[in-house]
Each structure stands twice: as C-alpha cells, then as structure tokens.
T-cell receptor, first 105, second 122 residues
Framework: EVVMTQSPATLSVSPGERVTLSCRAS??????LAWYQQKPGQAPRLLIY???TRATGIPARFSGSGSGTEFTLTISGLQSEDFAVYHC????????FGPGTTVDI | QLQLQESGPGLVKPSETLSLICAVS??????????WAWIRQTPGKGLEWIGS???????LHNPSLKSRVTISVDTSKNQFSLNLNSVTSSDTAVYYC????WGSGGYYFDLWGPGTLATVSS
C-alpha cells in the first residue's frame, strides 16, 4: 500500500492569501496524483489530476505541481468558498488517499 | 449531466451484510473509459477506496477488504451495488459511489454521489 501524508493538518489563513499544501507518497507514484476539495457534509470534488491538470470548471487559482513522492497544491488568492478540506490521492497503485489538510480562517 | 445517488439501510447489525446501491442518472453506466467505484470515509481512517467495477463485470478490490466485498452491476437498471459482509463497528462510515476514470489520462474519481451514512450497531 502507498501511504499518503499531508501537511500541515490545518492551515489558518485569510481571504486573498496564497496557500500551499503539501502531499507526500511513501514511494514514487510518478505523476499519478489527484487533489480533491471537500466541504462539510459534502462529497469530495475533483480539482486536479495528473499532478497539474485542472478538472472541468475548476478556477485557474488552483494549481498543482510535483512528481515522484512530493506534490503541492497552490491556491492563489484564496476566496471564501475555498475554505475546505483538501485531500490528495495517488493512483499509481491501488488508490489511496491522504488524510487531508483543513484550510480555515 | 451524470449524477450518482447512493441508497441503502442506515443501520446494520454486527456480523450481517451491508448492502448499498448506486443509481446512475443522466447517462449510461455502459461507458467505456470508466469504472464505477465505492469509497468510504471515517473520521479515523479518512477516505478509503473499497473497489471498482466495469459495466461488463470484472471488479477490482482493495486488498484489505477483498475477502468481504462484492461489487456488481445491473445495466438494465443503470446501477451498481456493494455488499460488505461480516460487518463490525469499524465499518461504520459514510459510503460514496463515484465514477472512476480509467484510461491513459489516469485513474481518478471525477464524479461522486452525495454519500450515505451506514452505522453498524446492535
């Protein structure tokens, strides 16, 4: 099993700030990495796949980078609707998810 | 647009079988390039992939759950289902169904149902 870890667990920020979230895999997953946003009481929503490709309808302020074992999700100019939990997921092996980073005020 | 909706009993007794159905609307489950997945979420373990199936059969399972999981498809009803047997309290979770993209572009989950809470308790 590929174990995914995320840091920090919680990030307290203000609207308008630039936010960087980290995700690490226990072994190389190449570029087989996706990011999801989850709001309270809702299902996760796909943001990014293939490390850096935004899903349909996802604003350009969301961007992803990395390869191998280290990945980053950046939100440029945080908006009020972006306060949520962000999960990474690898699919180089059978799918596993990170525990999530909570972005709050 | 395609939508998924989970349904099933909210309460299951220990040692019994948890059975859930995912109804797919706004599109056909008979789509090449997609599998159909079950994922669960608990406060302790987070998101956990349970397994995925193609519309013509041939399911894939999380090795840690494989012995207890059956995922099947009913193309006539445009739905797929999950059976998880011998449940314990650790199987209490929100269960999601999702569309599992399957191709050269990757193997991620691009559409999700709203989720359903299943509680294991006597």
């Amino acid at each position: 099993e590929v174990v995914m870890t995320q840091s920090p667990a919680t990030l307290s920020v203000s609207p308008g700030e630039r936010v960087t979230l980290s995700c690490r895999a226990s072994q190389s997953v190449n570029r087989d990495l996706a990011w999801y946003q989850q709001k309270p009481g809702q299902a996760p929503r796909l943001l990014i796949y293939g490390v850096s490709t935004r899903a349909t309808g996802i604003p350009a302020r969301f961007s992803g980078s990395g390869s191998g074992t280290e990945f980053t999700l950046t939100i440029s100019g945080l908006q009020s609707e972006d306060f949520a939990v962000y999960h990474c997921q690898q699919y180089n092996y059978w799918p596993t998810f990170g525990p999530g980073t909570t972005v709050d005020i | 647009q395609l939508q998924l909706q989970e349904s099933g009993p909210g309460l299951v007794k220990p040692s019994e079988t948890l059975s859930l159905i995912c109804a797919v609307s706004g599109g056909s489950i008979r789509s090449d390039g997609f599998y159909w997945a079950w994922i669960r979420q608990t406060p302790g373990k987070g998101l956990e992939w349970i397994g995925s199936t193609f519309y013509s059969g041939g399911a894939l399972h999380n090795p840690s759950l494989k012995s207890r999981v059956t995922i099947s498809v009913d193309t006539s009803k445009n739905q797929f289902s999950l059976n998880l047997n011998s449940v314990t309290s650790s199987d209490t979770a929100v269960y999601y169904c999702a569309r599992h993209v399957w191709g050269s572009g990757g193997y991620y989950f691009d559409l999700w149902g709203p989720g359903t809470l299943a509680t294991v308790s006597s």
